[in-house]
Nanobody
């Protein structure tokens, strides 16, 4: 079992930066793939199904990014502290969404339905 709590969301102007953090508890954190998903406003459906893959990092440190954020976002994890971060730079209005921290047993897949544990989400709003 893994419990996830996000923090760090907020309102920022286009071109600005935000850093999201996720605090995890549970024995399996260090062996889990960790990631960030987002659900844009107006996107219908239960949040797990409607969430878009943003970035992930495997237990060994391999990183994966959605094309839309590559070069702007950086994901990192600290297995000693059980934390996951997402540094977001050069933010755009289309990055506005609720961002969810997620954990998955096994290897990375971008489909949200395959992820096992989810945080409650944190709002990121980018104004133009």
């Amino acid at each position: 079992q893994v419990r996830l709590v996000e923090s760090g969301g907020g309102l920022v102007q286009a071109g600005g930066s935000l850093r999201l953090s996720c605090a995890a508890s549970g024995r399996t954190f260090s062996s889990s793939t960790m990631g960030w998903f987002r659900q844009a406003p107006g996107k219908e459906g239960e949040f797990v199904v409607a969430s878009e893959f943003v970035a992930a990092v495997s237990w060994s440190g391999s990183t994966y990014y959605a094309t839309s954020v590559k070069g702007r976002f950086t994901i990192s994890r600290d297995n000693a502290k059980n934390t996951l971060d997402l540094q977001m730079n050069s933010l755009k209005p289309e990055d506005t969404a609720v961002y969810y921290c997620a954990a998955k047993v096994g290897s990375m897949v971008p489909q949200s339905r395959s992820w096992d544990y989810w945080g409650q989400g944190t709002q990121v709003t980018v104004s133009s």
